[in-house]
Nanobody
Framework: VQLVESGGGSVQAGGSLRLSCVYSRFTYSNYCMGWFRQAPGEEHQRVAT???????RYADSVKGRFTISQDSGKNTLYLQMNSLKPEDTAVYYC?????????????????????WGQGTQVTVSS
């Protein structure tokens, strides 16, 4: 699976950005996909995950502000980020794996993803 992110940039606090991740076609009908981020000096953090059924899960820090979605016709995963805060500053990565089953998206949350994009920088200034 090949993944290419885009849409990062610099924005002031309270602003919005939409990240996109174009992926190559999956060989299985079931798959997990997600957005992750890593700020300097911090651990890799899960932001949001979804599966082919549209089940979604969010980290508590982004609930109500971020929305993960997909357009399977365009092979694209999105992350709409609203009400951005300086603490959202990080490199954002998309990840995706074909899977046997997702258990309504639960297995996408803790999965050790094998396929990653190159990352896109998001900078939020106060």
């Amino acid at each position: 699976v090949q993944l290419v992110e885009s849409g990062g940039g610099s924005v002031q606090a309270g602003g919005s950005l939409r990240l996109s991740c174009v992926y190559s076609r999956f060989t299985y009908s079931n798959y997990c996909m997600g957005w992750f981020r890593q700020a300097p000096g911090e651990e890799h953090q899960r932001v949001a995950t979804t599966d082919n059924y549209g089940n979604t899960r969010y980290a508590d820090s982004v609930k109500g502000r971020f929305t993960i979605s997909q357009d399977s016709g365009k092979n694209t995963l999105y992350l709409q980020m609203n009400s951005l805060k300086p603490e959202d500053t990080a490199v954002y990565y998309c990840a995706a794996d074909p899977v046997i089953w997702t258990r309504s998206g639960e297995l996408c949350v803790s999965r050790d993803y094998k396929n990653w994009g190159q990352g896109t920088q998001v900078t939020v200034s106060s």
